[in-house]
């Protein structure tokens, strides 16, 4: 009897979440969306893991997360209202695209950042000579 209910509890569940990965936000739930009455971020899901981070204090912003070998990566896309839900899928789209083509844009940051802080040959020249 027990693995007949857990049956029927599963496709229950199954029904209650088959349509939620076609939830879909609307210029007006982007515009209106306020934080949770405790002062804790809200955060809005759109589909195609893109989200919208509405805090308490501060910009609106926009999040595309996923996962990159069993670990869950969060990249900021941009902020509402200088990037709006078209605007946003967009971003998100071609991040998707470079993810197929094998380029992680948190890793190309990351390799930006650590090249501009790199010393130039003229900074590094002189500091090279003195130990020499």
């Given at each position: ?63 595309y997360?996923?996962?990159q ?64």
């Open positions: 009897m027990t693995g007949n209910l857990d049956s029927v509890y599963q496709s229950l569940y199954a029904e209650k979440l088959k349509g939620r990965g076609d939830m879909k936000l609307s210029d007006k739930d982007v515009l209106t969306a306020t934080a949770k009455p405790d002062g804790k971020p809200a955060f809005l899901f759109d589909g195609g893991n893109l989200t919208l981070r509405v805090p308490n204090k501060g910009r609106k912003t926009w999040l997360q996923y996962r070998n069993g670990r869950r990566k969060c990249f900021t896309l941009g902020y509402f209202p200088e990037m709006d839900l078209a605007q946003a899928r967009n971003a998100r789209d071609s991040f998707v695209s470079d993810r197929k083509n094998g380029v992680d844009v948190l890793d190309r940051q990351a390799a930006k950042k650590i090249i501009d802080n790199a010393p130039t040959v003229e900074e590094f020249a002189p500091a090279w000579l003195k130990l020499k």
